[in-house]
């Protein structure tokens, strides 16, 4: 029963390290990607961006530094807010502050579904305005979305 022991244990192990994905080498792209993971692309984020959400449904659209955020309720006198642009390793956030009231647009370059309509946007984006924090897409207005 004792040689079992050693056995029992060793195989637990040996899958446990099957799942665990492999490390690339030094030279191949996937390895390279990792090490310049840290210093962001500016070509990947366009400097226009149409962002939205639903429920509740809203809008940003980006001009460089310039935000319009539109609602429903909003659409004759959209709010016209002027951000800070910062990319980073995470991606590119926008964030100011309008009347004291702070916000910020996080875009990531993720695929997203906006879950009512059947397009596959580019980016995923996060909008902050005040205390409130809402999900949604976005997409280049040079390149609109396609369907799935």
């Not at 090490?35 to 940003?60: H, I, K, M, N, Y």
């Not at 709010?79 to 590119?92: E, P």
């Not at 397009?119 to 409130?132: E, H, T």
Request: charged share 20%.
């Amino acid at each position: 029963m004792p040689v079992f022991r050693p056995l029992l244990l060793a195989l637990p192990m040996a899958l446990l390290s099957a799942c665990s994905p492999a490390v690339p080498d030094a030279g191949t792209p996937a390895h390279d990607a990792a090490a310049t993971r840290g210093e962001p692309d500016a070509a990947a984020f366009p400097a226009r961006l149409q962002a939205a959400g639903v429920e509740p449904f809203w809008s940003v659209k980006v001009e460089g530094e310039a935000l319009t955020y539109t609602t429903p309720e909003t659409m004759d006198a959209p709010r016209r807010l002027q951000a800070t642009r910062r990319l980073d390793a995470d991606g590119l956030h926008l964030a100011g502050e309008d009347g004291g009231v702070p916000f910020r647009l996080d875009v990531r370059r993720a695929p997203c579904s906006d879950g009512m309509s059947d397009m596959a946007y580019p980016f995923s984006v996060s909008w902050r305005l005040g205390g409130k924090t809402q999900q949604g897409c976005a997409f280049d207005p040079a390149s609109p979305p396609a369907p799935r």
